[in-house]
């Protein structure tokens, strides 16, 4: 492949000791996270990947498999504000991003900041309520900052959504919108554990206990730290095009009626710079974009319904999307 100058070259990761310190920081963090979320490496590998790379995470499964104790270990993990929110089908927009309280004493309006002002926010359960309650987030999860009443609030730096959602085929559930899903970086499933895993589970004292005990390893001055190292990792000519040749081929895809779109393709190219830094590299290779393509792209496109089977919808978009992986030429 034809190597490419870039920032990373001349910039911090060019220093080995640097990148070395970046790579013992997130084994340490990553570490503290295997103590909880015991039997799911690949879910906690995955959901860093989603931090260092500035994006959000949706976390779609089953009750009962740790979705929730993946987002609290990381919140404790970090030493940033976190919040919590339960979305319920009476949940109001104002419950999330705030609302303006009229001061008798200072006779105008003040704003009181929702929830969404916090570095790590969960919205738990986030399709169980409204579509109206739901597109509270776009702004927030997009631009990093809440428009109320005509003013604009800046949102914390780092900021971070981690949603986590019931299938859609569960009752009590409303379907995201395309608009919300691309929004988030990656859509993962956490999965049953392994035998071992879950047997490691049952003898722990309570997933609650070791929650509490969680110290935090990274602080949020680090964090921005390695967002910002991320965008040095290099990544070849070679490498962009074949992202882009598998973004084109899920646009014209006869069984897809709707491909990924720009905002997609910037969060796979950012979160393969992520799994780079992640591994201790400071360039990408294309097992990074093979491996990100599925959890990245397989919640924004649509398959059309020409083609129904009698898979569900999610697993259907997965296998087309590894199909067109297997479809386009991997660069030498």
Request: aromatic fraction near 6%; charge should be negative; charged fraction near 25%.
């Amino acid at each position: 492949m034809e190597k490419t100058s870039t920032a990373g070259e001349t910039g911090l990761l060019a220093n080995a000791a640097f990148l070395a310190e970046i790579r013992r920081s997130l084994q340490n963090l990553e570490q503290a996270l295997q103590g909880v979320i015991r039997g799911n490496g690949e879910a906690v590998h995955l959901a860093l990947v989603a931090l260092l790379s500035r994006g959000h995470l949706l976390i779609e499964d089953v009750p009962g498999v740790g979705k929730t104790t993946l987002a609290h270990a990381l919140a404790r993990c970090l030493n940033c504000k976190f919040q919590r929110v339960q979305f319920t089908s009476d949940l109001l927009p104002s419950d999330v991003i705030g609302i303006s309280v009229y001061n008798q004493h200072r006779e105008a309006f003040e704003f009181k900041p929702g929830p969404v002002f916090a570095n790590i926010l969960l919205a738990d359960e986030i399709n169980r309520t409204t579509p109206k309650t739901q597109s509270a987030l776009l702004e927030a999860m997009n631009e990093r900052q809440v428009t109320l009443d005509n003013r604009t609030y800046r949102l914390p730096e780092p900021f971070m959504v981690i949603a986590t959602q019931n299938p859609i085929e569960h009752h009590g559930t409303y379907p995201l919108p395309e608009s919300q899903l691309d929004r988030f970086a990656m859509r993962i499933r956490m999965g049953y554990p392994g035998w071992e895993g879950e047997r490691e589970i049952l003898r722990a004292s309570g997933h609650w206990d070791e929650l509490e005990e969680l110290e935090p390893v990274a602080t949020d001055e680090q964090i921005r730290q390695w967002q910002q190292s991320v965008t040095q990792v290099r990544v070849e000519d070679a490498l962009a095009d074949y992202m882009l040749a598998i973004v084109a081929k899920t646009r014209a895809h006869e069984h897809l009626a709707l491909g990924v779109s720009p905002r997609g393709s910037q969060a796979l190219y950012r979160s393969a710079q992520a799994l780079a830094l992640l591994e201790g590299r400071d360039y990408c290779i294309p097992d990074d974009f093979k491996r990100l393509a599925v959890p990245t792209f397989a919640h924004r496109v649509v398959v059309s319904t020409r083609y129904a089977s009698t898979l569900k919808k999610s697993e259907e978009a997965e296998t087309i999307v590894r199909e067109i992986l297997e479809s386009v030429e991997v660069p030498l």
